[in-house]
């Protein structure tokens, strides 16, 4: 396992070593699928870690959870079979003590479980005393602190090797993915914590497999240190997420067809090449920060305006007109709808803080 992991950027997250690439079903069915999806993942040469379900925590009783610690010894055999590391998804302390017991190389703690720090916790102390990597999913919902929480509590277990995985947010009304990849929460946490691997799973982020090219591409684009992405013998009869899966030798080709990029290149050249571009934007942030200073003031005079005049902050008509202006000039500018509502939402919220703050001093 070690030496897998010096190999990629796990082992020094600011090295230039190749990303870490996990794959294999999304659940263990029988010996026969596991064994024939190991065996042709391994003819591929692109895979660091075999992944394969054996708990499948699930929102409605009935459906299939998972075939069990019968799956384990299957993972095992196909460790043996191809020389791969295995890694499984843990939600409790006894599935952590089987994984274990069967030689399980890396565990993985799940969007469901990341959300609940009482379930953290109850993983954390069945791994205090034991070596070995865990690499923790986002929260479903977009909550960083709770996704840092449990980083923190598996660490405080004296888990030296942690990871993390970027599997998208639950979003309603959400139609392109299946989970939002909410790309600003990862980097955000990438950039607080850049000593942690980040790892994409495209797989649940997409739900589908023909946007999984795109989503795996842009991961890399931000310099991801990994992907896992989920792989089945036949993926269309799978006995879960059946849509994502994809065979192991399309998974071959997505892989081939990423360009694969780097963060740092030679510092002259760097530097050389993109000091005036960046300087350019430096002068633009620093006129933009000058123009919203402005604004706010102009805002704290409304305000004032409001309170000798008894009249109500919010203005829903005015700020309908606002929101219209901005989009149609956005269009113009090539600005996308959702950047334009995001930036006046922020806008328009510190106007609000602003004025509530002059009519209640």
């Known amino acids: 396992m070690e030496q897998i992991l010096a190999k990629t950027k796990f082992a020094d997250p600011a090295s230039d070593k190749k990303p ?31 992944r394969a379900g054996i708990w499948k925590p699930r929102t409605r009783p009935g459906s299939f959870e998972g075939i069990g610690p019968k799956g384990l010894p299957w993972l ?3 460790k043996e079979l191809t020389g791969m590391p295995t890694t499984v998804e843990v939600a409790t302390a006894k599935q952590v003590e089987d994984a274990l017991h069967f030689g399980v190389d890396i565990l993985w703690i799940g969007a469901r479980t990341t959300v609940n720090p009482f379930s953290v916790q109850d993983v954390a102390d069945a791994l ?21 929480g449990a980083v923190e509590r ?32 990862a980097i955000e946490l990438k950039r607080r914590h850049p000593e942690l691997p980040m790892i994409c799973d ?12 795109a989503v ?43 360009t694969w990029r780097h963060e740092r290149t030679d510092q002259k050249e760097f530097n050389t090449a993109l000091e005036k571009l960046r300087n350019q934007i430096n002068g633009i942030d620093d006129e ?6 402005n604004r706010m003031k102009i805002a704290e005079k409304i305000g004032q305006y409001k309170k000798e005049n008894n009249i109500t902050i919010l203005q829903t008509n005015r700020w309908n007109e606002i929101l219209d202006r901005g989009i149609r000039a956005g269009e113009k500018l090539g600005l996308t709808k959702d950047f334009v509502l995001k930036y006046f939402d922020a806008v328009h919220l510190e106007s609000i803080n602003r004025q509530n703050k002059v009519m209640n001093d």
């Open 128 to 148: 205090k005393g034991v070596k070995i990597p865990v690499l923790i999913k986002n929260p479903i919902n977009p909550d960083l602190e709770l996704w840092i």
């Open 20 to 50: 870490l690439i996990i794959s294999g079903p999304c659940s263990a069915e029988t010996e026969e699928q596991v064994l024939a999806t190991a065996l042709a993942l391994a003819k591929t040469g692109k895979v660091d870690v075999l």
């Open 288 to 293: 933009i920060m000058l123009l919203l200073g």
């Open 76 to 78: 095992q055999k196909a």
């Open 202 to 213: 495209p797989s649940h982020i997409s739900g589908r497999r023909d946007i999984l090219q």
């Open 154 to 185: 598996i660490q405080k277990a004296g888990i030296e090797k942690v990871g993390l995985i970027h599997r998208g947010f639950s979003s309603y009304g959400n139609t392109e993915y299946r989970n939002a990849p909410m790309w600003h929460l």
């Open 216 to 258: 795996s591409q842009e991961a890399i684009d931000l310099d991801y240190d990994g992907l896992m992405l989920e792989t089945h013998i036949d993926p269309d009869n799978a006995w879960s997420d059946a849509k994502q899966q994809i065979t192991p030798e399309k998974f071959g080709e997505l892989l081939s067809n990423i």
